[in-house]
């Protein structure tokens, strides 16, 4: 199996606040990783840091073979977060916000127009800005965007919040058709049940720290 995350000790801080105390944790490409824990436990801080958006204060790191203390702007176009907020242009439609994206990693027409069909944000959607959207509807346009950028590992943040029953189905299947072409998925999740049965491994994160 060959090792994409790769973190030793690592410890990030937020402001003054340790938000992450000494993680160790290893992923291979492939799984399904949840992580769990309350809220202020550090799952987000985990998801930014192996996104190369939050440096280390100590410890080592390597996503996709790169050093997160030296190269960390490097991971940036190989994987995909999702947080709370979507990481989408309000004032853009929902075909400009994918295209923006698809932009970035010189994805096709082709490849928004099947993002955009996948996630059901073509049609009359495309044309709407996001700012307009319902909470479920730009979850699925971030959705799109996630995989016009070919990212080959998604960290997701409580990806199925705002998405309806049918919505949170379709995600799953989505994140199972991610892995079987190669990526591999760390999400954050506190639905449990839905999200322990889509797992392949979990881990706990708590005080800053991985069991």
Known sequence: METVIELKGVVAVLGSFPALAGVSLSVQRGEI???QGPNGAGKTSLLRVCAGLM??????GTVLGIDLATNRQDIRTRVGLLGHTNGLYLDLTVE?????WASTVGASQEEVANA???MRVDGRL???KAGQLSAGQRRRTALASLIVRRAEI???DEPHAGLDASGRDELDALLRNAVAAGATVVLASHESERAAGLATRTVTIDGGGAR
Do not use: C, D, Y
């Not at 440096?55 to 080592?60: H, Y």
């Not at 400009?96 to 923006?100: M, P, R």
């Open 96 to 100: 400009q916000n994918i295209q923006f």
């Open 154 to 156: 998604w960290l997701l």
């Open 33 to 35: 990783l949840l992580l």
């Open 116 to 118: 955009m069909s996948t």
């Open 126 to 128: 495309a044309k709407v």
């Open 55 to 60: 440096p280390i204060e100590r410890g080592t």
